[in-house]
């Protein structure tokens, strides 16, 4: 069993910026590929970007590649998802979920993972 928790949304002006983290608790945190969804009011919930258990993996959407960063601190037992230039397009309730093994070709399907948190809202004013 693993639990998440979102932290670090809030409201931004566009082309600012803001730090999300997912904390963990429960099993062993590096065993776990992680992803960071988001869901626009009345839009179906998308892929952000993801990130394998080591790190040494990642995978971005289109629509933030260039502007967005996911990482991760094993030690801490957290992922962090760094946005920059924020558009208001990307105003979202922001979720982290975590898998049990990181597909670098179908990472943005929802099925792939197991455990979600419960989302921290990032709104994005023009």
């Known amino acids: 069993q693993v639990q998440l928790v979102e932290s670090g949304g809030g409201l931004v002006q566009a082309g600012g910026s803001l730090r999300l983290s997912c904390a963990a608790s429960g099993r062993t945190f590096s065993d776990y590929a992680i992803a960071w969804f988001r869901q626009a009011p009345g839009k179906e919930r998308e892929v952000v970007a993801a990130?394998?258990?080591?790190?040494?993996?990642?995978a971005y959407a289109d629509s933030v590649k260039g502007r967005f960063t996911i990482s991760r601190d094993n030690a801490k037992n957290t992922v962090y998802l760094q946005m920059n230039r924020l558009e208001p397009e990307d105003t979202a309730v922001y979720y982290c979920?975590?898998?049990?093994?990181?597909?670098?070709?179908?990472?943005?399907?929802?099925?792939?993972?197991?455990?979600w948190g419960q989302g921290t809202q990032v709104t994005v004013s023009s």
């Open positions: 979920a975590a898998g049990n093994r990181y597909y670098s070709v179908t990472y943005y399907r929802e099925s792939v993972y197991t455990y």
């Open positions: 990130i394998s258990g080591s790190g040494s993996n990642t």
